[in-house]
């Protein structure tokens, strides 16, 4: 069983830790959900760290520090149509392809991948994270074995 390579832009069905489940000691995400990757690192040997950013129905307080997803991309990427947006405020790190990618469908691993965000939305994403970045709002949770 071969799992699609994992590209920044790339939209995944993943069992997302929130920051705060996290501060409370709990090692699993409560959802599965989409998550944006973002970042894509080669470890020795063939493995490859990725980090992803959750996509949340919840509006942002801030809108500076979430992306909206245009409808359409979400019907491209098979996603319900309910707003969405990217949480530029948070991440995920792990290990590809790691326990917690999840399928859509059942034993299918192509399920696990909806598709990619458009360049120019990626780009997007890109431009506001570094701000957030530059800012230290963002928090890093990596994700145990």
């Known amino acids: 069983m071969s799992f699609p390579q994992p590209v920044p832009g790339l939209v995944i069905r993943y069992s997302y830790l929130w920051q705060s489940e996290h501060l409370r000691g709990q090692e699993e995400g409560v959802k599965d959900r989409p998550c944006a990757v973002i970042l894509v690192t080669s470890n ?9 950013l959750p996509i949340t129905h919840t509006p942002p307080t801030n809108p500076e520090l979430a992306v909206e997803i245009p409808q359409a991309t979400k019907r491209r990427l098979g996603l319900d149509d309910e707003r969405s947006w990217i949480v530029l405020t948070e991440a995920n790190r792990f290990n590809w392809p790691g326990p917690d990618l999840r399928f859509a469908k059942y034993g ?38």
Do not use: M, W
Request: charge should be positive; glycine fraction near 4%; aromatic fraction near 4%.
């Open 44 to 52: 020795v040997g063939e493995s490859k760290t990725v980090t992803v």
């Open 108 to 145: 299918d691993v192509n399920s696990a991948c909806y598709g990619l965000l458009p360049h120019e939305l990626f780009k997007q994403v890109k431009s506001k994270l570094d701000d957030v970045i530059t800012r230290r709002l963002i928090k890093l949770v990596p994700r145990t074995e």
